[in-house]
């Protein structure tokens, strides 16, 4: 137990201190899938887009959330983005993400 609450309670106090800092939420689905439903304000670049828009993501000068439909991509564009410079964490699935974030 003390494992699993180390891990998602982390998890949960990093969103939250994201998202007091004016987080940027990134969607990594496809685009149909992000029509399917979304974070409202969230911003849909799909992960194999992601190494496009570094710099772009990187002027935006916050802090960014990934999320997709299960948080596996989101984890490979943490990955990506982490080693290009950018503060960022998975925040999993996006509508696991959506409760979170109220």
Do not use: H
Request: proline share 4%; net charge positive; aromatic share 6%.
């Amino acid at each position: 137990m003390g494992i699993f609450s180390f891990l998602f309670g982390n998890k949960a106090k990093m969103i939250k201190d994201f998202k007091a800092r004016g987080a940027v939420i990134i969607d990594v689905r496809s685009k149909g899938e992000y029509a399917g439903g979304a974070i409202p304000g969230s911003k849909n670049i799909p992960l194999p887009q992601i190494n496009t828009k570094v710099e772009e993501i990187k002027k935006m000068n916050k802090p960014v959330i990934t999320c997709c439909a299960s948080g596996m991509r989101s984890s490979s564009a943490v990955a990506v983005l982490k080693s290009k410079g950018v503060e960022c964490i998975n925040g999993g699935g996006w509508f696991n993400l959506s409760q979170k974030l109220n």
